[in-house]
């Protein structure tokens, strides 16, 4: 049985449907390349993957003689601009080691909005950057109820990325 997509008053699609108009539109050229190999081999296609890849804003595609790399540090100074901490001091780990969080009762509130938009750059990050994974993970433990030490620990990082 096929899901249904769609609002009856504008017409029905299925998902075969739209699955089918997806593949057969989303083709670079009329000959697909069978193994990665050959893809390299076809300079018009290594050129379209270029451009597609480029489309993504927050990464960067460099090609080397050595092979295709991605950086994020593009990103990363968007996120210290958008925070404000392109002037602050760089930070040579992500958390110090005497380091120690908690939910912090007593601690002074902060704007839930401006603490999940830094923990929810700071995750796109951790796809490449597994270096701040933990502590990243750790930090978005409270999103719910953000205190002003859990900023100060989620902006180290950001100082930390800034050095690196």
Known sequence: ME???????????????ISNFCRDTTFVSQIEPKSIEEALKDEKWVEVMHEELNQFARNEV?????GIFLCQSKYCKEILKKFEME????????????????????????DQTKYRGLIGSLLYLTASRPDIMFVVCLCARYQANPKESH???AKRILKYLKGT
């Open 87 to 110: 002037s602050y001091k760089e930070a040579s780990t992500p958390m110090p080691s005497s380091c120690y969080m908690d939910a912090d009762a007593a601690g002074k509130n902060v």
């Open 62 to 66: 460099k090609q080397t003689k050595d």
């Open 151 to 153: 900023f100060k620990a």
């Open 3 to 17: 899901n249904i997509i769609g609002q009856i008053e504008e017409g029905v699609s299925t998902r075969s449907s």
